[in-house]
């Protein structure tokens, strides 16, 4: 049985409208479009009216509300437990990255592989000005030749 209009123009309405929830919420303006959507734009205006209309599209912006307060109390609290770094113990493990010994072999591994990448570059680029210099030798022969 062949889907009514209406039903059909709901779920391509609903898509949208779920997309454009989740990239309000991706951008941080969730709760802006939620709580004053004559502010904002057509499309959001639109979205308010749908969500008006649609059950499935209402839980869905509440539970991406719950989402964002739950991880805006989460890292709140992160905030105040942790300490940022000092300068001497940022130094300090710049240090001990630098003198790793993997690290080293790392750098030394990336020399080796950037001077084998120059080489190849440069012999292309002979190779090149050989096979110009080769064209234009025998374009000058045709032409005394004539």
């Known amino acids: 049985m062949p889907p009514e209009d209406g039903e059909d123009t709901m779920k ?9 929830l989740q990239m309000a919420w991706s951008d941080g303006q969730l709760a802006e479009t939620l709580r004053d959507p004559e502010e904002t734009t057509v499309t959001t205006r639109d979205l308010a009216r749908h969500l008006e209309e ?14 964002d307060r739950f991880l805006h109390e989460g890292f709140r609290d992160l905030e105040h437990s942790t300490r940022l770094p000092s300068e001497d113990q940022i130094a300090s493990m710049l240090r001990r990255v ?31 000005c050989c096979t110009l210099g080769f064209l234009a030798y025998r374009a000058y022969r045709v032409l005394i030749e004539q």
């Open 12 to 20: 391509h309405g609903c898509s949208e409208a779920q997309r454009e």
């Open 54 to 67: 649609c059950l499935s599209c209402q839980k869905e912006a509440e539970s991406l509300e719950t989402l």
């Open 98 to 128: 630098h003198t790793a010994p993997d690290a080293q072999v790392l750098r030394r591994v990336r020399r080796s592989v950037g001077a084998t990448l120059w080489m190849v570059f440069f012999l292309l680029c002979l190779l090149a």
